[in-house]
């Protein structure tokens, strides 16, 4: 089980939509498409995981198993999108993914889904789940940040932590916007549970990549890297020694 012991990595993302990589702003413009899958991955070679987020299925509009398969042969992944009830989650774990990115379903309107996790960490592993807290507005946004919830990220790590090796912060206010991220909300999270967290949501600069990976977060990249704001090779200087894994 992973917690603020292991030392936080840049983690850069792989968006699907048809079949193709994509760059989305606030979750649903697309902005950019990558290049093939393949290329993507041989352009992040070196970093120790990959975050993959099948937005097919977030949307339900199908979704890249094939991919996300081949994916997991090549590289270390972590997958969400879609992950509403465990036999999707033991769809993923099946096809080899590290983590299984678990968001809308861990919540209702009352609260926690808190049945739903413990058959869910009961059935994969709470080691192989990581679970999204997409923040807009200061509160849990689910049904792909459409729905808004009345909790606050800060105020449910701690009842959440039996179900999951670590959590996925997204800050959704600047997601896709290229425009600066909240550092004091992810130091509010960081002082909120042992777990480990991954912080998302518009880290730009690398100023910012270094001050979230200073408060042991991990820093999952997109639009940033995709147009070339910030620059891999630079990245790559910052990941531990010894290129060390999440485990």
């Known amino acids: 089980m992973s917690d603020i012991s292991s030392p936080p990595v840049v983690v850069p993302c792989i968006d699907l939509?048809?079949?193709?990589?994509?760059?989305?702003?606030?979750?649903?413009?697309?902005?950019?498409?990558?290049?093939?899958?393949?290329?993507?991955?041989?352009?992040?070679?070196?970093?120790?995981?990959?975050?993959?987020i099948d937005l097919d299925a977030a949307m339900e509009q199908g979704e890249n198993n094939a991919i996300?398969?081949?994916?997991a042969t090549r590289a270390r992944i972590r997958v969400g999108g879609g992950v509403r009830n465990v036999e999707r989650a033991k769809t993923l774990a099946a096809l080899g993914v590290d983590r299984v990115i678990v968001g809308t379903?861990?919540?209702?309107?009352?609260?926690?889904?808190?049945?739903?996790?413990?058959?869910?960490?009961?059935?994969?592993g709470a080691e192989k789940v990581?679970?999204?807290?997409?923040?807009?507005?200061?509160?849990?946004?689910?049904?792909g940040w459409k729905e808004s919830t009345s909790l606050q990220a800060a105020d449910v790590l701690r009842q959440l932590e039996p179900y999951c090796s670590g959590f996925l912060c997204t800050y959704v206010?600047?997601?896709?916007?290229?425009?600066?991220?909240?550092?004091?909300?992810?130091?509010?999270?960081?002082?909120?549970?042992?777990?480990?967290?991954?912080a998302a949501g518009?880290?730009?600069?690398?100023?910012?990549?270094?001050?979230?990976?200073?408060?042991n977060i991990n820093t999952a990249l997109g639009?940033?890297?995709?147009?070339?704001?910030?620059?891999?090779?630079?990245?790559?200087?910052?990941?531990?020694?010894?290129?060390?894994?999440?485990?």
């Open 17 to 52: 939509m048809g079949g193709k990589v994509v760059q989305l702003v606030q979750g649903r413009k697309k902005a950019l498409e990558g290049e093939h899958p393949h290329v993507m991955l041989e352009k992040f070679a070196g970093f120790p995981v990959i975050q993959v």
């Open 68 to 71: 996300v398969e081949d994916l």
């Open 105 to 124: 379903a861990a919540f209702n309107a009352d609260g926690i889904r808190e049945d739903f996790l413990k058959e869910l960490s009961s059935r994969v």
């Open 130 to 143: 990581t679970i999204a807290l997409d923040s807009k507005g200061g509160r849990i946004v689910v049904r």
């Open 173 to 198: 206010d600047k997601e896709g916007m290229m425009q600066g991220t909240d550092l004091a909300w992810f130091e509010s999270l960081r002082k909120s549970t042992v777990r480990e967290i991954t």
């Open 202 to 215: 518009g880290i730009t600069t690398m100023d910012e990549v270094k001050a979230l990976l200073g408060m």
């Open 223 to 247: 639009m940033a890297v995709y147009t070339g704001r910030l620059d891999l090779n630079e990245l790559r200087q910052l990941l531990p020694s010894g290129n060390v894994a999440i485990s």
